[in-house]
């Protein structure tokens, strides 16, 4: 009872909800939508022909000619006709359009003829001689194939049409907008206006007719395509349902044994027209059997092609034997690859043939025809083998694809990964030998820039493995740094030789011509690179003398102060003290002087300079001099070379002396001032031994001059002024400025006193 009337309830409420709904949609049917809600419609735009008005000729009357329908075209092309007959009956006479009028009528009937070629077309069938049976052999299924591959030729030749007609398209339109421009360019009262129109319609119904050209093509290459598709699912449903025929194998048998008959046939004939080459002296005869010798081998190439396609057919005849053993694939690896080399190189003869012929005959019109018509069969039988070399891929694959269904795909494996291989190698050297330009007639392909690079790579592997090895040899101290440096510098100038040799052999030039490149290089090198070579040359002479090695200490004439880091083909790169790279060329070392301080003796002897004040005790500073030197860790003593210290002189003010050390160049940086490191010991040992270092001191001598000018001021009061008194005489200037010009003013001898003489003196 509660559940009827819950339900009772809800279909109240439902009903309650349904009216106002319904009141909604009405409302929403009565108010019509906004524009931009409205749905695009969906009715063609309606066509609307356009009849040319000729007293003012449009360019663009034609524009939907190619969205119209075929009975609209029709109409639309009476129309326009109509009008143009009614236009040009009435044509001036002495204007002269009657040869063009007569070109457009033509065009006129082009179209229409363009029409029923296209009917009839339709009713032609495209394959009419291929046949698919229901269980068919191996023969009827070579027999479908090679009538697929004819219609797949006609097909080809057919979309060459197409792309031939669609540039006539572009160079018809182009015409067109000249001719439009032209008209437009003219005024109407001119005489040349009619001409200009009519040469503008011509253009325009020319353009329309290649327009319906176009479009007959591409209706049948639509149509071919689509029975080429139909036959090609055809083939592989009858490679499915082949069937074993014991009378296809006798037949594929004795016509396997005929081709090789031919094949010996042939290669007797080859051999007599060779021998007759060799005994005629007659040139016409020799060139008649050497094209004959040429026709001999291109049929011998189709012969072998077809031996091929039997084979193929005979190995999948036998396979789908009822009660035969497995059978394995008939793989031939190379057959498909000489056969396209054979091929090219027959075309490349028979061009040579070919203009031997021309330029032997001349303009003799008889002769040449009686040559061309063998060059023609030439010709025509490389065509052939062309399209043999196409049955014998499609024959390998059908054979992979029988086995695979008749034996398994395990035990069709290795075959098939071989064959997969096989394709892939066939595709890589089609894809190598692509030609990408020429030196001195030498094509340059993919290969050769790969074979190029290969060789650049070898060679620097080549000298990095030199140089591990060789440094691995110093490591273990089986030769010096030196030696190594020097043997890897020269071999790898040995490599650098010869990878440049052999990359202009692989580029086509002949070596015996480098005789020509070494006198070229050599004028070269008498103007623009004497700098270079000199340098090169100079390089090689310190490697080979080796008066300078890496990690030596040279002073160059120049002033540069450094250790040698590398020793380059043009120039030596040195470290200086500040760890500033500079890169001298390699001829300043041979034709300036360089200082190398560690050539055959690293351990050098320095001398450095200093003074102590007088008085000081000389074997005191001697053995401070001594210990400063032995703190120094590059300071090199043994019972030959030692430590010693000088006493050089007396100066003005010290006692001058010199520290004699010997040093090891070797364990001296670059970076360092030797001078320093002694001078900052000395110091420190003087300072803690006591021993003073003297500021210079000089003696000063003063003087007046001038007569009656006393010695003193007159509020003097020393000695000196009494004995002027006493004596009352002017002193007399003597000489120019010494202290021997100055008179002995005292009996008692020099003063002592700072202000009492005429000479004061102070330290």
């Given at each position: 009872m509660v559940a009827s009337d819950a339900h009772s309830k809800q279909s109240s409420l439902a009903g309650f909800w349904r009216l106002p709904l319904l009141c909604l949609c009405f409302l929403a049917l009565l108010i019509p939508p906004p524009a931009s809600a409205q749905l695009p419609s969906t009715k063609p735009k309606e066509f609307s022909p356009v009849v040319p008005d000729f007293n003012a000729l449009a360019a663009d009357w034609w524009t939907q000619w190619p969205e119209a329908t075929q009975e609209q075209k029709q109409q639309w092309l009476t129309d326009v006709e109509g009008a143009w007959k009614e236009w040009s009956n009435n044509l001036p006479e002495e204007a002269k359009l009657d040869e063009r009028v007569k070109q457009v009528n033509q065009r006129f009937a082009g179209i229409r003829k363009t029409w029923e070629k296209s009917e009839n077309l339709k009713t032609v069938q495209i394959l009419p001689d291929v046949q698919f049976p229901a269980e068919p052999t191996v023969l009827q299924w070579a027999e479908s194939d090679a009538a697929v591959a004819r219609g797949q030729q006609r097909y080809l030749g057919l979309q060459l049409e197409k792309n031939q007609l669609d540039d006539g398209v572009a160079l018809s339109l182009s015409r067109l907008r000249e001719r439009v421009v032209a008209l437009r360019d003219i005024n109407r009262n001119d005489p040349k206006y009619l001409s200009a129109t009519l040469n503008v319609f011509l253009a325009q119904i020319t353009h329309l007719q290649v327009l319906e050209e176009q479009r007959l093509l591409k209706e049948q290459l639509a149509a071919w395509n689509e029975e080429l598709t139909f036959a090609r699912t055809e083939l592989e449903r009858m490679l499915k349902q082949l069937q074993y025929s014991s009378a296809v194998a006798e037949k594929l048998a004795a016509a396997r044994t005929e081709e090789k008959t031919n094949l010996q046939e042939l290669a007797r004939e080859r051999s007599d027209s060779q021998h007759l080459i060799f005994e005629s002296s007659d040139a016409a005869v020799t060139l008649e059997q050497q094209i004959k010798m040429l026709v001999f081998s291109v049929d011998a190439l189709e012969n072998r092609l077809q031996i091929r396609k039997q084979e193929l057919l005979q190995a999948i005849n036998s396979v789908l034997a009822p009660d035969g053993e497995d059978e394995k694939l008939s793989i031939d690896k190379d057959l498909v690859e000489n056969a396209e080399k054979a091929q090219a190189n027959l075309s490349r003869q028979l061009n040579v043939r070919q203009r031997q012929i021309v330029a032997w005959v001349g303009e003799d019109a008889e002769g040449m025809q009686k040559w061309w018509r063998q060059?023609?069969?030439?010709?025509?039988?490389?065509?052939?083998?062309?399209?043999?070399?196409?049955?014998?891929?499609?024959?390998?694959?059908?054979?992979?694809?029988?086995?695979?269904?008749?034996?398994?795909?395990?035990?069709?494996?290795?075959?098939?990964?071989?064959?997969?291989?096989?394709?892939?190698?066939?595709?890589?050297?089609?894809?190598?030998n692509y030609k990408l330009f020429a030196i001195s007639e030498?094509?340059?392909?993919?290969?050769?820039?790969?074979?190029?690079?290969?060789?650049?790579?070898?060679?620097?592997?080549?000298?990095?493995?030199?140089?591990?090895?060789?440094?691995?040899?110093?490591?273990?101290?089986?030769?010096?740094?030196?030696?190594?440096?020097?043997?890897?510098?020269?071999?790898?100038?040995?490599?650098?030789?010869?990878?440049?040799?052999?990359?202009?052999?692989?580029?086509?030039?002949?070596?015996?011509?480098?005789?020509?490149?070494?006198?070229?290089?050599?004028?070269?090198?008498?103007?623009?690179?004497?700098?270079?070579?000199?340098?090169?040359?100079?390089?090689?002479?310190?490697?080979?003398?080796?008066?300078?090695?890496?990690g030596d200490l040279v002073e160059l004439e120049s002033g540069v102060f450094g250790r040698i880091r590398d020793i380059n083909v043009r120039s030596t790169r040195i470290t200086t003290r500040d760890n500033v790279d500079i890169l001298v060329p390699n001829s300043e070392f041979v034709t300036g002087r360089v200082t190398n301080h560690t050539l055959e003796d690293p351990v050098r002897r320095i001398h450095v300079i200093f003074g102590v004040a007088y008085g000081t005790d000389p074997e005191l500073v001697r053995e401070a001099a001594m210990a400063a030197a032995e703190r120094v860790p590059v300071t090199f003593t043994n019972w030959q070379r030692k430590t010693e210290v000088w006493l050089t002189g007396f100066g003005d003010s010290a006692l001058d002396f010199k520290l004699v050390v010997w040093v090891n160049s070797n364990a001296v940086s670059s970076l360092g001032d030797l001078t320093a490191l002694y001078n900052i010991e000395l110091l420190r040992e003087f300072k803690d031994r006591g021993i003073e270092i003297p500021f210079p001191q000089r003696d000063l001598h003063v003087r007046s001059w001038g007569e009656g000018v006393p010695l003193v001021p007159p509020d003097g009061g020393d000695g000196l002024s009494e004995v002027s008194a006493h004596t009352q005489k002017p002193i007399e200037r003597r000489g120019s400025a010494g202290s021997e010009d100055w008179p002995d003013i005292s009996d008692d001898g020099p003063n002592d006193g700072g202000d009492d003489g005429g000479s004061p003196s102070g330290h």
């Amino acid at each position: 009872m509660v559940a009827s009337d819950a339900h009772s309830k809800q279909s109240s409420l439902a009903g309650f909800w349904r009216l106002p709904l319904l009141c909604l949609c009405f409302l929403a049917l009565l108010i019509p939508p906004p524009a931009s809600a409205q749905l695009p419609s969906t009715k063609p735009k309606e066509f609307s022909p356009v009849v040319p008005d000729f007293n003012a000729l449009a360019a663009d009357w034609w524009t939907q000619w190619p969205e119209a329908t075929q009975e609209q075209k029709q109409q639309w092309l009476t129309d326009v006709e109509g009008a143009w007959k009614e236009w040009s009956n009435n044509l001036p006479e002495e204007a002269k359009l009657d040869e063009r009028v007569k070109q457009v009528n033509q065009r006129f009937a082009g179209i229409r003829k363009t029409w029923e070629k296209s009917e009839n077309l339709k009713t032609v069938q495209i394959l009419p001689d291929v046949q698919f049976p229901a269980e068919p052999t191996v023969l009827q299924w070579a027999e479908s194939d090679a009538a697929v591959a004819r219609g797949q030729q006609r097909y080809l030749g057919l979309q060459l049409e197409k792309n031939q007609l669609d540039d006539g398209v572009a160079l018809s339109l182009s015409r067109l907008r000249e001719r439009v421009v032209a008209l437009r360019d003219i005024n109407r009262n001119d005489p040349k206006y009619l001409s200009a129109t009519l040469n503008v319609f011509l253009a325009q119904i020319t353009h329309l007719q290649v327009l319906e050209e176009q479009r007959l093509l591409k209706e049948q290459l639509a149509a071919w395509n689509e029975e080429l598709t139909f036959a090609r699912t055809e083939l592989e449903r009858m490679l499915k349902q082949l069937q074993y025929s014991s009378a296809v194998a006798e037949k594929l048998a004795a016509a396997r044994t005929e081709e090789k008959t031919n094949l010996q046939e042939l290669a007797r004939e080859r051999s007599d027209s060779q021998h007759l080459i060799f005994e005629s002296s007659d040139a016409a005869v020799t060139l008649e059997q050497q094209i004959k010798m040429l026709v001999f081998s291109v049929d011998a190439l189709e012969n072998r092609l077809q031996i091929r396609k039997q084979e193929l057919l005979q190995a999948i005849n036998s396979v789908l034997a009822p009660d035969g053993e497995d059978e394995k694939l008939s793989i031939d690896k190379d057959l498909v690859e000489n056969a396209e080399k054979a091929q090219a190189n027959l075309s490349r003869q028979l061009n040579v043939r070919q203009r031997q012929i021309v330029a032997w005959v001349g303009e003799d019109a008889e002769g040449m025809q009686k040559w061309w018509r063998q060059f023609e069969k030439i010709d025509s039988a490389l065509g052939r083998t062309n399209d043999l070399i196409d049955d014998v891929k499609r024959y390998e694959s059908a054979q992979l694809y029988v086995y695979q269904r008749q034996q398994g795909w395990w035990k069709t494996l290795g075959e098939r990964f071989v064959h997969q291989l096989k394709e892939i190698r066939t595709g890589w050297r089609n894809l190598a030998n692509y030609k990408l330009f020429a030196i001195s007639e030498q094509a340059i392909t993919l290969k050769d820039i790969a074979q190029m690079a290969l060789v650049i790579i070898g060679a620097w592997a080549c000298s990095r493995l030199l140089n591990i090895i060789l440094r691995r040899m110093v490591h273990k101290s089986r030769t010096t740094e030196q030696s190594a440096y020097t043997l890897w510098r020269i071999l790898n100038y040995c490599i650098v030789l010869i990878t440049f040799i052999i990359i202009l052999t692989m580029v086509g030039l002949d070596t015996s011509k480098l005789t020509l490149i070494a006198g070229a290089l050599s004028v070269g090198i008498g103007f623009g690179m004497q700098a270079i070579f000199s340098n090169f040359i100079s390089g090689i002479i310190l490697l080979f003398e080796q008066p300078l090695r890496v990690g030596d200490l040279v002073e160059l004439e120049s002033g540069v102060f450094g250790r040698i880091r590398d020793i380059n083909v043009r120039s030596t790169r040195i470290t200086t003290r500040d760890n500033v790279d500079i890169l001298v060329p390699n001829s300043e070392f041979v034709t300036g002087r360089v200082t190398n301080h560690t050539l055959e003796d690293p351990v050098r002897r320095i001398h450095v300079i200093f003074g102590v004040a007088y008085g000081t005790d000389p074997e005191l500073v001697r053995e401070a001099a001594m210990a400063a030197a032995e703190r120094v860790p590059v300071t090199f003593t043994n019972w030959q070379r030692k430590t010693e210290v000088w006493l050089t002189g007396f100066g003005d003010s010290a006692l001058d002396f010199k520290l004699v050390v010997w040093v090891n160049s070797n364990a001296v940086s670059s970076l360092g001032d030797l001078t320093a490191l002694y001078n900052i010991e000395l110091l420190r040992e003087f300072k803690d031994r006591g021993i003073e270092i003297p500021f210079p001191q000089r003696d000063l001598h003063v003087r007046s001059w001038g007569e009656g000018v006393p010695l003193v001021p007159p509020d003097g009061g020393d000695g000196l002024s009494e004995v002027s008194a006493h004596t009352q005489k002017p002193i007399e200037r003597r000489g120019s400025a010494g202290s021997e010009d100055w008179p002995d003013i005292s009996d008692d001898g020099p003063n002592d006193g700072g202000d009492d003489g005429g000479s004061p003196s102070g330290h």
